[in-house]
């Protein structure tokens, strides 16, 4: 059974970073995309980043970087200048499967 389990948010100031992980386990060969969403309060879960085994990508905006390794089933969100805005609960996703999510929150 494949578990996503996420790792790495935590409490920071505006303009701090901080990087995720997301760790497919059970997982024997990984097909299609990966990717990161994020849900604020009162706001509906939106898309992030995402990554395909091949190694391309997209991100909401540049301060977003995802990169994986694919031999660890393993993928990344690299969050740079956080701002307020930014602060929500994070989740992995994968072919229709969602980690439990972590909260990033970002004070000004």
């Known amino acids: 059974q494949v578990q996503l389990v996420e790792s790495g948010g935590g409490s920071v100031q505006a303009g701090g970073s901080l990087r995720l992980s997301c760790r497919a386990s059970g997982l024997t060969a990984r097909l299609g995309c990966m990717g990161w969403f994020r849900q604020a309060p009162g706001k509906a879960r939106e898309v992030v980043a995402r990554i395909y085994t091949g190694g391309g990508s997209d991100s909401i905006n540049g301060r977003f970087a995802i990169s994986q390794d694919v031999a660890a089933n393993t993928i990344y969100l690299e969050m740079a200048m956080l701002s307020p805005e930014d602060t929500a609960i994070y989740y992995c996703?994968?072919?229709?499967?969602w980690g439990q999510g972590t909260q990033v929150t970002v004070s000004s």
């Open positions: 996703a994968y072919e229709g499967l």
